[in-house]
């Protein structure tokens, strides 16, 4: 179709573009156009795209009309391509414990950087210390927890409820590492801190003994589970009981969570509204108080878009950071083990559990510094931190999002003294686009064999739609997407000079309503989709840290959240501002619509 082709963008030299405040540069909206489809309608569009002659056409106009080819497929460029995004250490600077240790004693020294009482407030969840110290009191057994926790997964499941949240889990197994786990601290040998504490486990890391679905009907019969991965096989080691595989989109091809195999994960807050993805079913059972935490993957926001939806924290570490093994590898240089906690100090001694300097997944483990951790004491603040803010990018969420979030950030200017900078982030549109051809390009690469002997019944409908996509790409447009990785990691870089940490709302738009057309074939929602991740993707494409707080709801209590992003390698002086930030709003945090109680009376 060369007669076609679009005019590619000519992009300026990297030095050439300007970072500040009063850059020329002009920020573009998303330009989805594609309308919204459930039902019958995105059957049709599947069927219609997988033709031979036809598809290819409409694949053309598609990428063309949304402007990946101009932006990516045809731009030009002088960057040379970045393919994964490994940084060298250039060091932190506040003064925190390094470890090198093993996961109790890593954990071991967490624990030492958080205090233990905890203020009442109208409403809060229960954390891994109120479990620890509920158990050595003998207030409670971690058998009768896990008793509890299965009597409310059993409610959750019932017509009324219907909430999805897990994909599989084995009461037998279960109640046998509690009984485990209730003989050590009556024999007063508890493991860690995080003994007895039940964590959920995302269909998309390997946890013995269930197969690992990746949230389809099929891929676990052509790849066997056969060990924990290596996260897992940490939590195993401090003593956590593992509940189960969560629940999450289809291949972590969407942003929603409807999943038309395994149901719709429920946002806690509103049953009749998303949980948001992939990490749906992980940010939902935290949300509803089944678990202090949950291990979710991070391709493309899939652990901080569920949590902002959801109310919870959701932080995902620098590439590398955590290891990737026994993950399934739907997308190699985007994706990266997250945690979703229901403060920023479980989310510390999780992240401190499954972290180490040899844990990367690619080869240059000698670029990763010791793992450091922040002293959160008190919310005393670190003085003199920079808060970058792209305004035009941060405005462009609805509005009830755009006040909570401005009004999270007065919050710290009134109360640590904390200084917003104004900057600009060149080309953010084009950011996104260059990451879906990236995360598509690995996605359709790593199943491709697999795809090919399949049934296509057994592919979800609007995971067809995504797949018919993803293998689309060239490799043009994923060689000029990396080029565009290594311009974005340049910007940032710059901007990282001038400021801490980068600040922007999580999602675009709050939960929004799950259609009663979704149930047998998911939708297709680009519009939602592009709002939900419109703020992401930094994070997965350049490897950054990242994390989200809850700050606020809109005026349907849905939960809003805030989100930081980190230099590399910088996760201790990011979680300490997550913490600062979580000090002055979690007084005002909500009870959901579903929740459970499994360590009251």
């Given at each position: ?5 679009t005019?590619?963008e000519i ?6 573009v300007?970072v500040?405040?009063n850059?020329?540069q ?8 594609a309308?919204r ?9 599947a069927?219609?795209?997988?033709t031979?002659?036809?598809?290819s056409?409409?694949l ?13 497929t ?10 994964v ?5 250039e060091g ?17 020294q ?10 009442l ?9 109120d ?12 058998t ?7 009597s ?14 897990f ?9 046998r590492?509690?009984a ?10 508890a ?20 197969p690992?679905?990746g ?28 509940v ?15 999943n ?10 509103n ?8 990490s749906?079913?992980s940010?939902?059972?935290?949300a509803?108080g089944?678990c202090?935490a949950a291990?979710?993957v991070?391709?493309?926001g899939?652990?901080?878009m ?25 997308n190699?240089?985007v ?21 180490g ?13 010791k ?15 920079r808060?970058a ?13 755009r ?6 950030l ?30 598509g390009?690995?996605c ?15 592919v979800?409908?609007?995971?067809r ?22 311009r ?15 600040v ?6 709050t939960?929004y ?19 939900l ?11 950054l840290?990242?994390?989200t707080?809850p ?5 349907s ?5 805030l989100q930081?992003?980190g ?7 990011l ?5 600062s ?11 959901p ?8 009376n």
């Amino acid at each position: 179709m060369g007669f076609l082709q679009t005019k590619g963008e000519i992009y300026k030299a990297v030095e050439d573009v300007d970072v500040g405040p009063n850059s020329n540069q002009f920020y573009l909206t998303a330009n989805v156009k594609a309308p919204r489809m459930a039902g019958f309608l995105v059957k049709v569009f599947a069927w219609l795209l997988e033709t031979p002659i036809f598809g290819s056409i409409m694949l053309y106009f598609l990428k063309r009309n949304n402007l990946i080819h101009k932006l990516v497929t045809f731009a030009e460029l002088q960057d040379s391509p970045l393919y994964v995004p490994l940084h060298y250490y250039e060091g932190g600077k506040e003064e925190e414990n390094q470890s090198g240790a093993s996961p109790r004693e890593q954990v071991r020294q967490a624990l030492g950087c958080i205090v233990a009482p905890k203020p009442l407030y109208s409403f809060s969840r229960w954390t891994i210390l109120d479990y620890s110290t509920a158990y050595k009191s003998k207030l409670i057994t971690p058998t009768k927890v896990m008793e509890r926790f299965l009597s409310a997964v059993e409610h959750s499941s019932t017509p009324s409820m219907q909430m999805s949240f897990f994909i599989n889990f084995d009461a037998h197994d279960i109640l046998r590492q509690a009984a485990q786990s209730t003989h050590r601290y009556q024999q007063g040998e508890a493991l860690s801190v995080l003994d007895g504490v039940p964590i959920g486990i995302k269909d998309e890391i390997d946890c013995m003994p269930y197969p690992t679905t990746g949230g389809t009907k099929w891929m676990h019969k052509v790849r066997q589970c056969k060990d924990d991965a290596e996260c897992v096989k940490c939590l195993r080691s401090c003593g956590a009981i593992l509940v189960g595989k969560t629940n999450m989109h289809e291949l972590g091809a969407g942003t929603s969570g409807i999943n038309p195999h395994h149901g719709t994960t429920r946002n806690p807050y509103n049953i009749g509204r998303i949980a948001g993805g992939s990490s749906s079913g992980s940010a939902a059972i935290v949300a509803a108080g089944l678990c202090p935490a949950a291990l979710g993957v991070d391709g493309g926001g899939s652990v901080r878009m569920p949590a902002a939806l959801c109310g919870v924290v959701g932080f995902k570490p620098s590439f590398g950071r955590v290891s990737h093994s026994g993950v399934l590898p739907l997308n190699w240089t985007v994706g990266m083990v997250g945690i979703l906690a229901g403060t920023v100090e479980d989310a510390l001694l999780v992240y401190a559990a499954i972290s180490g300097p040899n844990s990367s997944h690619h080869s240059q483990t000698a670029l990763q510094p010791k793992l450091c951790f922040p002293l959160l004491k008190s919310p005393k603040p670190i003085p003199n931190i920079r808060l970058a803010k792209y305004g035009e990018w941060f405005n462009d969420c609805n509005e009830e999002i755009r006040v909570c979030c401005s009004q999270a950030l007065e919050k710290l200017q009134d109360n640590y003294g904390w200084e917003t900078i104004e900057v600009t982030i060149p080309e953010i549109e084009v950011m996104r686009l260059a990451h879906y051809v990236t995360i598509g390009s690995e996605c359709s690469t790593s199943i491709g064999r697999e795809l090919e002997k399949l049934n296509k019944d057994e592919v979800g409908w609007d995971a067809r739609v995504a797949l018919s996509v993803y293998g689309s790409f060239s490799s043009q447009e994923y060689l000029n997407a990396q080029r565009i990785r290594n311009r974005q990691l340049q910007f940032h870089k710059r901007i990282f000079s001038i400021a801490d940490v980068i600040v922007t709302p999580t999602t675009g738009v709050t939960a929004y309503t799950i259609g009663n057309d979704t149930r047998h074939t998911g939708e297709l929602d680009y519009i939602n989709g592009a709002a939900l991740v419109r703020y992401q993707i930094a994070g997965n494409f350049l490897g950054l840290p990242a994390i989200t707080i809850p700050v606020g709801y809109d005026n349907s209590h849905l939960p809003i959240g805030l989100q930081f992003i980190g230099k590399p390698w910088d996760e201790s002086l990011l979680i300490h501002i997550a913490f600062s930030m979580q000090a002055l709003c979690i007084s005002q945090y909500k009870t959901p619509e579903v929740y459970w109680d499994l360590l009251g009376n």
